[in-house]
């Protein structure tokens, strides 16, 4: 089992509407979670840091935590064209403190 | 100003060649990472390091070497042990501790001619 899933895509939604991005983890035990944009050729930037239970809003985005599930979302609200990018979830295992592991990352493309 | 630079942006190696790829940061971050990204792909760990003089390997470490001398610098191998080096290379920073964020350097684009 992968440590870390993600939905390659692309994901296409028009620009307005609200993208939802997903992403599940394997180790239970995990205690950070970072979702990063990454535009092509790029290099990654930080969109939302969330290690607690539920949901964190910074501007137009919302990142959702559920441990039990183990998943972590992510909500582009009022999608621009320049969101269109790649989105990378990444979490950090509890036991190896300084380890960062990435997803495959999924493709958003926001139409006119 | 303060950030991580890798050097150099673009890196042509010939086969058989081992080559270094630069990383320095000067915020004075504890752990430092290196990536590996090949076309439309995430990003997999080589190589972390949370301390001077100690690193761990990541997912795809064989073919790769690092040294972690100085906490500002985290330089990598690519040696002629890795059979398809062509990728984009990047190295990453962060400070330890429940949410803290990875910076990342510009990236280093190694192609084999």
């Known amino acids: 089992q992968k440590e870390v899933e993600q939905n390659s895509g692309p994901l296409s939604v028009p620009e307005g509407a609200i993208a939802s991005l997903n992403c599940t983890y394997s180790d239970r035990g995990s205690q950070s979670f970072f979702w990063y944009r990454q535009y092509s050729g790029k290099s990654p930037e930080l969109i939302m840091s969330?290690?607690?239970?539920g949901d964190k809003e910074d501007g137009r985005f919302t990142a959702q935590l559920n441990k039990a599930s183990q998943y972590v979302s992510l909500l582009i609200r009022d999608s621009q064209p320049s969101d269109s990018a790649t989105y990378l979830c990444a979490f950090s295992p509890t036991g190896t403190a300084s380890k960062l592991t990435f997803g495959t990352g999924t493709r958003l493309q926001v139409t006119l | 100003d303060g950030g991580i630079t890798q050097s150099p942006k673009y890196l042509f190696r010939k086969e058989g060649q081992n080559v270094t790829l630069s990383c320095e940061q000067n915020l004075n971050h504890d752990a430092m990472y290196w990536y590996r990204q090949d076309p439309g792909q995430g990003l997999r760990l080589i190589y972390y390091s949370q301390i001077v003089n100690d690193f761990q390997k990541g997912d795809i470490a064989e073919g790769y070497s690092v040294s972690r001398e100085k906490k500002e610098s985290f330089p990598l191998t690519v040696t002629s042990a890795q059979k398809n080096p062509t990728a984009f290379y990047l190295c990453a920073s962060r400070v330890l501790g429940q949410g803290s964020e990875a910076f990342f350097g510009q990236g280093t684009r190694l192609t084999v001619v």
């Open positions: 969330i290690y607690s239970n």
